[in-house]
C-alpha cells in the first residue's frame, strides 16, 4: 500500500544549488541528492516534494520533504536505515505518515528561519559558509526594536525580489527578535510564509539598523512604500537558515 | 632589513590534512596553502614556523606563524594586504614584528584549546565538520567537576597517543572547564602545552563522566595510573579547534 510520508531533513546547503531540482542534470541540487538517496534505499525511482524551496547555500534544519511509497520498513525507522544512503550534508531526522492528500508547503501554518551574522573583529574562517560576515559593530538592541516593525499583517512588496512570482505580495509575521550570542547577530523570523529573498532583504535592512542607520519608524515607511529601492541591500545566502516548519500536527 | 614578523591565523582545518608540510607535495597542508600564498605576495620563496602542529582536521582561530621578510609593507597593513591572496579557509587577523630570535613554540607561555561537542537529539550536518556528535545527553555540570582533576602540573603519559615524541610528558593545565551552549557542549582547556592528541583523549574521558560511567576521583586515577588503556577513547579531530596562544608580550 502507497503511504504518504512526511520527513524532517536537515542538511549543509553549501555545496548545492538551492534544494528545487533543475531541468539541468548536472546542477547539483538537495531535492536531487535526496531522491539519488531515496531511490537507492527503496530501489524504486522515487521522487518528493519539499516544503520550502531554499535557494543556493541557505541551509535547512527542519526542512518538510514529502514522499508516497510503499514499503515494509517502519515509518519509525525510515530515518536511521535512509541516512547511511545519504550524502555526509543531508539528514533525515524524522519520518511519520500523513494524510494522502497532506501538501509539505500548502498545509504550512508557520515557518520560522535565522538569520546569522558573524560580528567579531575578525573574521572567521570557520563559519564563513553558515553566517554573513560583518566588521562593523551592531547594536543588536537596536535591531531588535528596529525588527518589531516587522510584525503582523502587511504587504511585503518592498522586501520582495523582482523575481518573486507570489500571487500575493502579503504575509504575516508571528514573531521576530535579534539576539546576540558573543560575535554572533541572530535575527530569527516565524511568519506563515515567505517571499522571494524576503528574509535576506529584511537582513539587509536590520544590518542597517545595527548600524544606527534606520529605526523602527524607517522600517514602517519603507513597508509601507511597497518599494523595493528603499529597503536595505539583499544579504548573503550563507546566513540563512531554515529552522522549523509547522504543521496542524506539529 | 630582514624582520621577524608574528602572524596570528585562522583557519577551518577541514580541507587540509592538519598544519606541518609534509615531504609529498600532493598533500594539501595549511603551512603549504599558507606558503604559497606568502610566497605570491611578497613575490619570493617564503617559509613559516607555526607554534602549533594542529592534525587533520582541526581548525584554529588563533594559531600564531612566524616569517622572516624584508618588505617595505608597513606591518599593521600586512593581514589586509595578504587576506586576498589567500584560500578562502585561511585568515591572517593581525600581525607584529618580534625580536630576530623569537620562537613561536618555544616561547610560547599557554595555549587555549576548545572541544565541541555537538550533543543534540538530532544530528546536525551544520556543523559536522566543527564538532564531534553524541547522541546520549551529557551531563556538563559533571563534566565540569571531573574536568577539574586534569589541574595542576601531572604526568599525562595516560593521556598521549603512542606517536608521542616528546622527551617529557608532563605538562601544567592552568585552567578548565565545561558549558552547554544550546545543543553544543563545549571543553575549554589552557595548558602551558599539549601531548600529541592529549585533548581529544581527555575530551574522550570527559565524555564517559557525562555519562556519569566515571567521575573526578576516577580521572585522579587514570592520570596517576600512566597508561593509556585507562584512558576514555581519543575522540575526533573535527571537535578541536586552536583558540588562542599566548607570549610574554601578549
Given at each position: 500500500?502507497?503511504?504518504?510520508?512526511?520527513?524532517?531533513?536537515?542538511?549543509?546547503?553549501?555545496?548545492?544549488?538551492?534544494?528545487?531540482?533543475?531541468?539541468?542534470?548536472?546542477?547539483?541540487?538537495?531535492?536531487?541528492?535526496?531522491?539519488?538517496?531515496?531511490?537507492?534505499?527503496?530501489?524504486?525511482?522515487?521522487?518528493?516534494i519539499g516544503a520550502s524551496?531554499?535557494?543556493?547555500?541557505?541551509?535547512?534544519?527542519?526542512?518538510?520533504?514529502?514522499?508516497?511509497?510503499?514499503?515494509?520498513?517502519?515509518?519509525?525507522?525510515?530515518?536511521?536505515?535512509?541516512?547511511?544512503?545519504?550524502?555526509?550534508?543531508?539528514?533525515?531526522?524524522?519520518?511519520?505518515?500523513?494524510?494522502?492528500?497532506?501538501h509539505p508547503r500548502y498545509d504550512c501554518?508557520?515557518?520560522?528561519?535565522?538569520?546569522?551574522?558573524?560580528?567579531?573583529?575578525?573574521?572567521?574562517?570557520?563559519?564563513?559558509?553558515?553566517?554573513?560576515?560583518?566588521?562593523?559593530?551592531?547594536?543588536?538592541?537596536?535591531?531588535?526594536?528596529?525588527?518589531?516593525?516587522?510584525?503582523?499583517?502587511?504587504?511585503?512588496?518592498?522586501?520582495?525580489?523582482?523575481?518573486?512570482?507570489?500571487?500575493?505580495?502579503?504575509?504575516?509575521?508571528?514573531?521576530?527578535?535579534?539576539?546576540?550570542?558573543?560575535?554572533?547577530?541572530?535575527?530569527?523570523?516565524?511568519?506563515?510564509?515567505?517571499?522571494?529573498?524576503?528574509?535576506?532583504?529584511?537582513?539587509?535592512?536590520?544590518?542597517?539598523?545595527?548600524?544606527?542607520?534606520?529605526?523602527?519608524?524607517?522600517?514602517?515607511?519603507?513597508?509601507?512604500?511597497?518599494?523595493?529601492?528603499?529597503?536595505?541591500?539583499?544579504?548573503?545566502?550563507?546566513?540563512?537558515?531554515?529552522?522549523?516548519?509547522?504543521?496542524?500536527?506539529?
Amino acid at each position: 500500500m502507497l503511504n504518504r510520508i512526511l520527513l524532517t531533513v536537515a542538511y549543509d546547503g553549501s555545496n548545492y544549488f538551492g534544494w528545487q531540482k533543475q531541468s539541468n542534470k548536472n546542477i547539483q541540487t538537495v531535492q536531487g541528492a535526496f531522491e539519488n538517496a531515496l531511490s537507492k534505499f527503496f530501489k524504486t525511482d522515487v521522487t518528493c516534494i519539499g516544503a520550502s524551496r531554499t535557494d543556493r547555500g541557505v541551509h535547512a534544519l527542519g526542512q518538510r520533504v514529502v514522499i508516497d511509497i510503499d514499503t515494509t520498513v517502519p515509518v519509525d525507522k525510515i530515518p536511521l536505515a535512509l541516512n547511511p544512503f545519504m550524502p555526509e550534508d543531508i539528514v533525515v531526522n524524522n519520518a511519520v505518515i500523513v494524510k494522502s492528500d497532506f501538501h509539505p508547503r500548502y498545509d504550512c501554518i508557520k515557518k520560522t528561519y535565522q538569520y546569522k551574522i558573524y560580528n567579531g573583529k575578525f573574521r572567521n574562517p570557520i563559519f564563513r559558509k553558515y553566517s554573513e560576515y560583518c566588521s562593523f559593530y551592531l547594536d543588536e538592541n537596536k535591531m531588535d526594536t528596529a525588527a518589531k516593525a516587522f510584525k503582523g499583517t502587511n504587504d511585503f512588496k518592498a522586501f520582495a525580489a523582482s523575481k518573486n512570482s507570489s500571487k500575493t505580495t502579503v504575509r504575516t509575521i508571528f514573531d521576530i527578535h535579534v539576539k546576540r550570542e558573543y560575535d554572533f547577530v541572530i535575527i530569527t523570523v516565524t511568519g506563515d510564509g515567505f517571499l522571494y529573498n524576503m528574509i535576506r532583504i529584511m537582513a539587509g535592512t536590520l544590518i542597517m539598523a545595527g548600524k544606527g542607520q534606520i529605526d523602527y519608524n524607517d522600517i514602517k515607511n519603507i513597508i509601507e512604500s511597497k518599494n523595493r529601492n528603499n529597503a536595505g541591500k539583499t544579504a548573503g545566502p550563507n546566513g540563512l537558515t531554515l529552522i522549523e516548519i509547522k504543521y496542524d500536527f506539529g
